[in-house]
């Protein structure tokens, strides 16, 4: 086995979960769908991006790049999105109070979603809207921890 070959193999795809596990597969998928379901498909990309940044999964991000694209986001708004709170005027009150939450979602360093976080969030989606939104936070995280455990690469099927 060459130097290469066996980088590949250290650092490749730890197993094709989906294959293994393919009723999982199924229910994320429909979970998938119902989540985004009434959200507006460029805000359901830009969480779907931000949550992959914080989770470092390479896969989540090359994939919803590129779908973010597809739902015409613009590249300025893509590249700014680690740092949107910095970013004053490139994303609307309400994306930012999404990001926010997806943030706050997805690292619960204190084992809780932040008051203020959360009316942020309620103060500019009706409350149906905001479930779906947690749904759709909660959604791209767990898509994360599939492609970060089992090492799943950019570019893969």
């Known amino acids: 086995m060459t130097t290469t070959e066996t980088a590949r193999r250290e650092h490749g795809p ?4 989906a294959k293994l596990a393919p009723e999982a597969f199924k229910a994320m998928i429909a979970l998938e769908v119902a989540a985004k379901r009434g959200l507006d498909p460029t805000l359901v990309e830009l969480v779907k991006i931000r949550a992959s940044q914080v989770n470092r999964c390479a896969f989540c991000l090359d994939m919803h790049v590129k779908d973010a694209r597809k739902a015409g986001e613009t590249e300025e708004r893509i590249y700014l999105l680690n740092a949107w709170e910095e970013a004053d005027g490139f994303y609307t009150e309400k994306e930012r109070a999404a990001l926010a939450l997806t943030e706050a ?3 619960l360093t204190d084992g809780f979603v932040p008051d203020e976080v959360y009316e942020r969030a309620a103060a500019h989606f009706e409350e149906a809207e905001l479930a779906q939104l947690i749904a759709l936070i909660t959604t791209i995280n767990a898509w994360n921890r599939f492609g ?8 893969q099927d």
Request: avoid cysteine; hydrophobic fraction near 45%; charged fraction near 15%.
């Open 105 to 107: 979602i997805t690292v």
């Open 14 to 17: 730890r197993m094709h979960w």
């Open 148 to 155: 970060v455990s089992t090492r799943m690469a950019p570019g």
